[in-house]
């Protein structure tokens, strides 16, 4: 899994040395490791725990499937920061289904970057050949959210609960070839 590169912006991978660096509080390591400066509330381990849903062990045993997809969105400017990033809940599943997330630190949101990251990060799965659907899940408040989706070219399908509350569903499929 390589480097994604849009207008703004640079997606890079996220590695276990990058969550590992993150989880144990060494933000100059993270810095090191990316390459550009993390904003003052980006990274933190509360913002990693719920972006990856396993613990530190999880990701190291097998972290093919526990980091899939998931990239860091940096400035291309001379500043080189961290803004962001855009994670897949866990490698394709067995209905060729990946679920995409994102988040923007607060001093970078409503300029772009999460419509941007998370486009070019589902065109991308849905180029892999085992992905024939992305999916993703927000709070019916978060109005944000749901333009970020639609942006990218996922509908709304449905909606579930959850132990958040209710979170409404969306998805982009494959074209067929």
């Not at 998931?70 to 080189?80: C, P, Q």
């Not at 709070?139 to 979170?167: D, F, I, K, M, T």
């Amino acid at each position: 899994m390589g480097v994604l590169v849009t207008a703004r912006l640079e997606l890079v991978p996220i590695t276990v040395p990058v969550v590992e660096a993150v989880l144990t509080g060494q933000r100059e390591r993270a810095e090191e490791l990316l390459g550009a400066s993390c904003p003052l509330a980006w990274p933190n381990r509360a913002l990693i725990e719920r972006a990856f849903y396993a613990s530190l062990d999880a990701i190291r045993a097998d972290p093919a499937t526990r980091l899939w997809g998931d990239r860091v969105m940096i400035t291309l400017d001379r500043a080189r920061r961290v803004v962001g990033s855009v994670v897949f809940h866990g490698a394709p599943n067995d209905e060729g289904a990946v679920e995409v997330a994102y988040g923007v630190e607060e001093d970078s949101q409503r300029q772009g970057y999460a419509t941007e990251a998370t486009r070019a990060s589902v065109v991308w799965a849905l180029e892999q050949p085992n992905v024939s659907v992305v999916r993703a899940a927000t709070p019916p408040w978060h109005v944000a959210s749901q333009r970020v989706l639609e942006r990218c070219g996922l509908a709304r399908v449905g909606e579930r609960e959850s132990p958040l509350g209710e979170l409404w569903e969306y998805e982009l499929r494959r074209p067929a070839r």
